[in-house]
């Protein structure tokens, strides 16, 4: 049984100024994620696909069609679906510790059972020592990490990631990748993806959704066979990232 | 081996000198001002005309005066106490501010009529405070409230608003509750600008407090200087002046030091 369920999603946004006429954001969008896989949503920005994952995650409602999780429909946020976002969005006044503890307090976890999942988790993504800082003391790496860690630690049943590695630097964000995969082997989930880097999707996804814009559709949707880690040279992962490129460029001279 | 020797002496004893020497710079022209001062009044003003411009060791003087009979102090903790109780009711700020900002029909409501009374200067209010409350206490705190309570909530209500929308919704996803999003996190995130809010209206307050005590108290640094006028004592003024001063300042490095201790999180936060 599919795990998420995205049937017929159309999305405009009320138009602005003396012409209202609606903006169309998604249009007519489809797709099934099965249980933990690690699903990317690729395309340019404006092709609406951060929109579809504020509506997975209940933060906004779809104008037309449904969106289901274990056959419930989403109508807002909750913990089973946690977000990692692009600035990370960490607390500025909770150190490392607290910022992971606050899911777990949210869902009124006792005491030493937080304490235990804050441990653990601080472990699997690497950053033993540092429970005590406050983020500014911390890289945008180790920032993302400790977002990571606070989404996994409420064990979510869906990982919402929106271009989680964009405002890291070319060298941090293929080693986060390579941390990701080595995660998300430990922690099996359901990834839902937003990037528009294919390198990204292709180093990390087993299934990828090219998305065209204007208004924003599914133009392909790929599955991804390979063995993870998968290395750049490797002639199977050419030849999909060119793959990936011309369907890329194509939405593009349609759009 | 001397040449060495030297070097040693001159770090031992040069770094603090030139340290000390450092500290005192920004302080260079206040003395010449204070030497200035002391000069002028003492050679160029003749007996009636210093009796306007007392020399600066007469002032002085006249505060010590004052500290030994107790005066200063007890008009100081007199304008202080009501600083304190009208800051504890202008807090009230900081909630009715939060609710502004976070529910549209509160600010809707409130903002017009908010709007419409803070363009009045604490001031105006004195004349019909003094009728309805008649002089003192009361009177004066009800001014120094007016003084804080706008500082306040108009930095309360923005700092709300500039909140991250991303950190909202990182705490609805991790699960919380309406409830708790204000409490833990609309709370901190705006703390900063609240407490600068605070400080403009302590320093708003302060003002106002003197003006109050001018016409309305029986006590108070404000009192203290208007009563020495009809004295002609012009040093205890300027002690009186001084005083509130220095007391202006030191409530705002108060502040200052509260908040690094309490949000250790907000040094270099941003």
């Known amino acids: ?187 099996r989930k359901t990834v839902v993806l937003v990037t528009h880097s294919i390198e990204e999707a292709v180093v990390l996804s087993d299934r990828i959704l090219v998305m065209t814009r204007h208004p924003g559709r599914v133009k392909a949707d790929l599955e991804i066979g390979l063995a993870r880690p998968r290395r750049e040279e490797d002639p199977q992962v050419i030849a999909l990232r060119n793959e990936l490129r011309d369907l890329i460029h194509e939405s593009e001279l349609q759009a | 081996m001397s040449a060495i020797g030297d070097e040693v002496s001159s770090l031992r004893f040069g770094q603090p000198l030139r340290g000390f020497a450092c500290r005192c710079r920004p302080y260079v022209f206040l003395l010449a001002l204070l030497g200035l001062w002391q000069w002028a009044s003492t050679f160029v003003l003749d007996d009636s005309e210093r009796l306007l411009l007392p020399t600066p060791t007469a002032v002085v003087e006249a505060g010590w005066e004052l500290m030994i009979s107790g005066d200063l102090f007890r008009h100081t903790w007199d304008s202080l106490r009501r600083e304190m109780v009208a800051f504890c009711w202008a807090t009230v700020a900081i909630p009715v501010g939060i609710a502004m900002a976070w529910w549209r029909p509160v600010e809707e409501q409130l903002g017009t009529v908010l709007e419409l009374l803070r363009p009045i200067p604490p001031l105006a209010w004195i004349p019909l405070s003094m009728l309805w409350l008649g002089i003192g206490d009361t009177q004066n705190q009800f001014i120094i409230f007016l003084g804080m309570v706008f500082p306040i909530l108009v930095n309360t209500v923005s700092s709300v608003k500039q909140i991250d929308p991303v950190l909202i919704r990182a705490a609805r996803s991790l699960g919380a509750s309406e409830l708790k999003v204000l409490l833990r996190i609309v709370v901190n995130a705006a703390l900063p600008q609240i407490v600068t809010g605070i400080r403009i209206g302590l320093g708003v307050g302060w003002m106002a407090l003197v003006a109050a005590e001018l016409v309305g108290a029986t006590s108070g640094l404000g009192f203290l200087i208007n009563d020495a006028r009809t004295v002609l004592r012009t040093d205890y003024i300027i002690v009186g002046m001084a005083a509130i001063g220095v007391i202006g300042l030191l409530l705002d490095a108060l502040i200052r030091v509260a908040m690094a201790r309490m949000m250790p999180w907000y040094q270099g936060a941003k």
Request: glycine share 10%; net charge positive.
């Open chain 1, 1 to 187: 049984m599919s795990h998420v369920v995205v049937s017929q999603v159309t999305k405009s946004y009320p138009g602005r100024g003396g012409r209202s006429q609606p903006v169309p954001a998604l249009n007519d969008v489809s797709f099934e994620i099965r249980h933990n896989e690690f699903c990317s949503i690729l395309g340019h920005s404006g092709c609406g696909k951060t929109t579809l994952l504020n509506m997975i995650g209940g933060f906004e409602r779809p104008t037309r069609g449904t969106i289901m999780i274990d056959g419930e429909q989403i109508t807002n946020p909750h913990w089973s679906r946690t977000v990692i976002f692009q600035d990370y969005a960490l607390f500025p006044w909770m150190t490392v510790a607290e910022n992971i503890s606050f899911g777990l307090e949210m869902k009124k976890i006792p005491r030493d059972e937080r304490r235990d999942r804050v441990r653990r988790h601080i472990e699997l993504v690497g950053l033993g020592g540092t429970e005590g800082r406050f983020p500014h003391e911390l890289s945008g790496g180790m920032k993302q990490r400790v977002s990571i860690a606070r989404a996994l630690a409420v064990d979510p049943k869906v990982l919402l990631m929106d271009e989680p590695f964009a405002a890291l630097d070319a060298q941090n964000r293929g080693s986060m990748q390579r941390e990701m995969v080595r995660i998300w082997e430990r922690e």
